[in-house]
């Protein structure tokens, strides 16, 4: 039987709730959003002119100029991106956004298997075998470099400029040269939280921006204008922001909702890339009635696929497609490796559970380090984050870089109040040259050791987390919005609510409730499938289902449950999506 988890009813800000209820929101939609810390109806008007303009970034304006200038003078671009969603996504953009304002521009995403993370002097050396005769003059980093010290002074001695865009924190030793990040201590950009992708469209737009300048500048001394037609449109890019938008996982403030928000309009009316078309495709979504959980559960692991177990090329080529042929192709490719991704990952989640459970044997310990010489280098993160969910704990999982390697890559997942990233640099501060590299964020990181130091990380690990936190914030409870009428169960109201931009930091709304239990019964012997009721109103009755529940409940249950809709034959219901057993007394 699963075990009942505590809760809490999030607080709700009557005054917030009334100011959406009378700017026109439903009133349980509008509950949940005052009770996520929303202010006010004017944060969540999407319009695209609430955007910060690029000169709010650091460096923005300045990197616009100097990439603007670049494409004045014809000199050759190269990008390298990262082998994730957010990279695929931020990679796309920027070659699809520059080409678009004349750029001659390529990219290369790094092998992970070959060349690892970021800008590498290995991955430069390989780039000038390759194009021996086609060097860049510029090299423009997505998603990475921030730590790519090494890798930006080489291209440089080899008289390449470069341009860091990234997301992640900054590290002691910053490359030496221009970056664009909104996380410098530095940099006045409202949103600390834009994803790898977002800052590459802001470095489009500063680029945009000047080039429309330079050419008013022109054309007042009597030269031809650049662009004749008016400028290029950046708007149809935003499906992309969206998509590693919410596949990164980065938190969605109002900043990321509103770009988020605006991708999904564009993809629903069907101005998404061809790739992303065949996306949706083959993995059974529609266009019309794309959703941000469409994004992170479907579109999202289907691209990641391609950087966990071959090739991102693959990823970013079906994004920059536009003949529908190829994308369909790309795509299907994409699909067939997300199916092995998870078959890989299915065989090796029970191994990483069953570890777990043997170091949580130890009830003090505070972090737990997962390793077996058969694991993918490509799915310790989704161990790691499998085995965190469950432990509530954060985890680092490894896998051989090779079978003959002395080292280890690792993924690690955190929990709310265990800053990941910062635990690492304290364990390279304290034990200096045990991590060859890492790098990452507060609730995802990724680092390379040795091998044959894998206890001793472990032990490192470990007296870090002790010296972070406190016992108090492995206690996971599960926060909700409260309870919902009955009469309330209606499948317009689910459609407002799938409607909206959820994820992470700002999470779909939870309900609970004490239901009987009228009859259940366990589908491919994994998934619970139940018809209930509300103790407080039996007349009342729900589907229900439990995706990986327990075999049975009870005949009465507290539950949290999210509100859904099913369609079968053509007629769409309320189902209810259980989420948890719920302690009858809350935390």
């Known amino acids: ?141 997505v998603d990475n470099g921030i730590s790519s010290v090494e890798g930006v002074a080489f291209a440089r001695a080899m008289g390449i400029e470069v341009l860091v865009t990234d997301h992640h924190l900054p590290g002691r030793v910053l490359p030496d040269t221009l970056i664009l990040n909104p996380q410098m201590s530095d940099c006045a950009f409202p949103s600390k939280n834009l994803a790898g992708v977002g800052v590459a469209f802001y470095l489009v737009m500063a680029t945009r921006a000047w080039l429309i300048q330079q050419d008013g500048v022109e054309t007042a001394a009597g030269r031809p204008s650049r662009f004749p037609n008016g400028p290029p449109r950046l708007d149809d890019l935003l499906p992309l922001v969206a998509l590693g938008t919410v596949a990164d996982l980065v938190g969605l403030d109002a900043h990321n909702r509103r770009l988020v928000e605006q991708g999904l309009r564009r993809i629903r ?90 170091l949580q044997a130890d009830a003090t310990r505070y972090g737990l380090i997962l390793f077996k010489d058969t694991w993918h280098q490509g799915i310790v993160g989704l161990l790691a984050s499998r085995v965190k969910e469950r432990a509530y704990r954060p985890v680092i999982a490894f896998a051989p870089e090779s079978p003959q390697s002395p080292l280890l890559k690792g993924s690690g997942r955190s929990i709310p109040g265990v800053h990941l990233r910062d635990v690492l640099e304290r364990v390279d501060t304290q034990s200096p040259g045990l991590i060859r590299a890492f790098g990452g964020h507060a609730m995802a990181a990724g680092l390379t050791i040795e091998r044959s130091q894998l206890s001793q990380f472990s032990d490192r690990f470990e007296e870090a987390l002790r010296a972070f936190c406190s016992e108090d914030v492995f206690r996971s409870e599960l926060m909700t919005d409260g309870l919902l009428e009955p009469s309330q169960h209606q499948v317009q109201l689910a459609q407002q609510l799938a409607g909206q931009v959820w994820g992470q930091g700002f999470p779909p709304p939870v309900f609970r409730a004490v239901f009987r239990i009228r009859s259940q019964r366990l589908l491919k012997e994994k998934h619970l499938k139940l018809r209930v009721s509300p103790r407080s109103s039996p007349a009342h009755e729900f589907d229900a289902i439990w995706f990986n529940g327990p075999s049975s409940l009870p005949s009465h249950a507290h539950l949290a449950y999210e509100l859904s809709t099913n369609d079968w034959q053509g007629q769409e219901a309320v189902q209810l999506l259980i989420r948890g057993l719920l302690n009858p007394d809350g935390a």
């Open 269 to 358: 009316k069907g101005l998404a890339p061809e790739g992303m078309k065949a996306l949706f495709r083959v993995s059974g979504r529609t266009l019309e009635s794309a959703c941000s959980s469409d994004l992170g559960f479907q579109i999202g692991p289907r691209l990641n696929a391609a950087g966990r177990l071959a090739d991102m090329a693959i990823g970013i080529r079906c994004l920059l497609s536009d003949d529908p042929q190829e994308a369909q192709n790309l795509a299907e490719s994409l699909n067939a490796l997300n199916q092995e991704r998870r078959e890989r990952e299915a065989s090796a989640r029970d191994e990483a559970q069953e570890l777990a459970a043997e």
């Open 1 to 141: 039987m699963t075990e009942p988890l505590p809760y809490r009813d999030r607080p709700l800000n009557d005054s917030v709730r009334d100011a959406l209820v009378s700017a026109g929101f439903h009133p349980t939609l509008a509950s949940c959003l005052a009770r996520r810390g929303v202010q006010g109806p004017e944060e969540l008007d999407a319009a695209l002119i609430h955007l910060p303009p690029p000169r709010s970034m650091r460096n923005a304006s300045e990197a616009g100029a100097a990439i603007g200038q670049a494409i004045l003078h014809e000199r050759r671009f190269l990008v390298v991106g990262d082998y994730d969603a957010d990279g695929a996504t931020a990679t796309a953009l920027v070659v699809r956004g520059l080409g678009r304002l004349g750029a001659d521009i390529r990219f290369l995403v790094p092998d992970r298997f070959r060349f690892g993370y970021g800008l590498t002097r290995p991955l430069l050396e390989f780039a000038t075998q390759q194009s021996a005769n086609h060097l860049p003059h510029w090299i423009i980093t």
